[in-house]
């Protein structure tokens, strides 16, 4: 069994001995108290009688002794105890971005939307972000024959400003939250409405109460100049960060943007400030300028990354 377990949504799946995997199943996580009992459900409804010998969890959260407390949810995952719960033989917890990166290899052009024409340098660090109810990046290095996809809690560290007006909102917040870190500043759900909120604190407009989904909805339509405004520095902030994080790790193989949010707007972020942001390090700009950058459109790519730790485990 294979799972995808974020902060809002959950994804099962089946895989077959020979790799196949079956239909993926949703559940919202606030529809079960524990990750139990939406494993249980999961498997309930499977018709084929094969028996589920071990399970592979991708996890929204760090990952310590095979077991997570989840950051955006209530949920705890302790593969130990789902192990005993349902007889398997192993459940084995892995970081969810970490799973992402090990899809980076085998994702195909039709699986992404480009942001340029670059095409990136062979066998190089590849780089994986992405805002959803979190903010998770993981990178993908192979070196040396080894291949291991490093794993981060860099949606943590402190939102970076590049602009007096970013300075001046990210002060707005720190007054409200104290330290202003990536996820909730800006990159995610939650830091999509912190960013309106504090925005429209700074410009002194009375705006009406949204969360992420009604702000990108407003922006995408026309109906709210504010909530446009919000978007656009939000794809601006992203490139900052892309690009801080594309120097951090050297990843000159290519940066992937995944999450639930961006997939909603790819011509926006497309025609935003994004890409001049991700190469704007002063005398870096050569450095960054050969990276290509490209959002994950494809469904479920989570699932071609525990396929691909399986097949890499078992080898
Ligand atoms: N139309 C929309 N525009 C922007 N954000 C949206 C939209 N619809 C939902 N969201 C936000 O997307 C987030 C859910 O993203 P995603 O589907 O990646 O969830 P997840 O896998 O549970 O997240 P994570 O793995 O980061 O914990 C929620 O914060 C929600 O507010």
Redesign the pocket.
């Given at each position: 069994m294979l799972a995808?377990?974020?902060?809002?949504?959950?994804r099962f799946a089946l895989m077959e001995e020979d790799g196949r995997i079956g239909p993926v199943t949703y559940a919202r996580?606030a529809d079960f108290p524990t990750v139990r009992d939406a494993m249980a459900d999961f498997l309930a409804r499977q018709a084929s009688r094969a028996r589920v010998g071990t399970a592979v969890l991708a996890v929204?959260g760090p990952v310590v002794n095979n077991r997570c407390v989840?950051?955006?949810?209530p949920w705890i995952i302790d593969g130990n105890e789902l192990r005993g719960a349902f007889g398997l033989d192993a459940v084995q917890v892995l970081n969810?971005f970490e799973v992402l990166a090990w899809a980076l290899p085998a994702l195909q052009p039709a699986d992404l939307f480009p942001l340029d024409t670059q095409t990136g340098a062979a066998g190089e660090p590849l780089l994986v972000l992405?805002?959803?109810?979190?903010?998770?990046v993981s990178c993908l290095v192979e070196r040396h024959g080894a291949r291991v996809a490093v794993i981060t809690e860099a949606g943590h560290a402190t939102l970076p400003a590049e602009t007096e007006r970013e300075e001046r909102v990210i002060a707005a917040m720190r007054r409200r939250m104290g330290h202003v870190e990536i996820e909730l500043g800006a990159l995610?759900?939650?830091g999509?409405?912190n960013l309106y909120e504090a925005v429209a604190e700074v410009d002194g407009i009375k705006a009406p109460q949204r969360?992420?989904?009604a702000?990108?909805?407003a922006a995408l339509d026309g109906s709210c100049d504010l909530s446009r405004t919000v978007l656009e520095m939000f794809c601006a902030i992203l490139g900052s960060v892309a690009g801080n994080l594309a120097v951090t790790f050297g990843a000159r193989g290519g940066v992937y943007v995944a999450?639930?949010?961006v997939p909603?707007?790819p011509k926006f972020l497309a025609a935003s400030a994004f890409r001049e942001r991700f190469e704007a390090k002063g005398r870096f700009r050569d450095y960054l300028h050969p990276i290509p950058t490209s959002i994950i459109v494809k469904p479920d790519a989570s699932f071609a990354g525990l396929k691909a730790f399986c097949d890499h485990s078992t080898t």
């Open positions: 995808d377990i974020g902060g809002t949504n959950s996580v929204a989840l950051t955006n949810s969810d992405g805002p959803g109810t979190g903010f998770g995610s759900g939650a999509l409405q969360d992420a989904a702000i990108t909805t999450g639930g949010i909603r707007f």
